[in-house]
């Protein structure tokens, strides 16, 4: 059973658009959630994460919301370039333990 | 500073063959992963290690085996590879800083399993 779900599974954004990534998770225990980058033929690369103790987290262009009620959280890009396109993974982690969403492919037509 | 490097990039086996991956860090991280990755299943956690000396199965560990073999090191073996181990497999470390679990990957190797 996926503990993490992603959607959607791939994403079109006009250049300059905003992309928006849903994730859902299950296990409460969770107390950290990352969103990471991968470009093609590279590793995954930590892009941004909260805790649950706020409900959004800004750092330039990405955004977070985190709905913690709903056991939900959001990767939201301000502005898309394409320089964006890659593949986006939300995760959950505690101590020991990070699950990973199944990815989202996102391309920006420029 | 290289960070986390892994090798070797691609490797095609038979089924039935043998190999170890190999995995360094650079970090003084405590921790290490194996991690897998297939198309629409993101990563699934192989076996990690939460400090030297000590390793514990993660998702899908089933065909595999590792070594910590000291702090930088922690290695993958797959003792008699089939085709579903075909994959991308990254080895990541990570540091406990405050808040965050951050993880750094390596850059991941390819094996085809025929």
């Known amino acids: 059973q996926q503990q993490v779900k992603q959607s959607p599974q791939s994403l079109i954004v006009q250049k300059g658009g905003i992309s928006i990534i849903n994730c859902a998770y299950e296990n409460t225990a969770f107390d950290y959630f990352p969103w990471y980058q991968q470009f093609p033929g590279k590793g995954p690369a930590l892009l941004i994460a909260i805790r649950p103790d706020v409900s959004e987290k800004k750092e330039g262009r990405f955004t977070i919301s985190f709905n913690k009620s709903a056991k939900q959280f959001s990767l939201h890009i301000m502005d898309s370039q394409p320089g964006d396109s890659a593949t986006y993974f939300c995760a959950a982690s505690s101590d020991n333990d990070m699950r990973f969403g199944a990815g989202t492919r996102l391309t920006v037509k420029p | 500073n290289a960070g986390v490097t892994q090798t070797p990039k691609f490797q095609v086996l038979k089924t039935g063959q043998s190999m170890t991956l190999q995995c360094a860090q650079d970090?003084?991280?405590?921790?290490m992963y194996w991690y897998r990755q297939d198309p629409g299943m993101g990563l699934r956690l192989i076996y990690y290690s939460a400090s030297e000396g000590t390793t514990d199965k993660g998702e899908v560990p089933n065909g595999y085996n590792v070594s910590r073999l000291n702090k930088r090191e922690f290695s993958l073996r797959l003792e008699s590879a089939a085709p579903s181990q075909t994959s991308v497999y990254f080895c990541a470390s990570r540091v406990r800083d405050g808040f965050s679990y951050e993880q750094y990957f390596g850059p991941g190797t390819r094996l085809t399993v025929t």
């Open positions: 970090m003084n991280h405590n921790s």
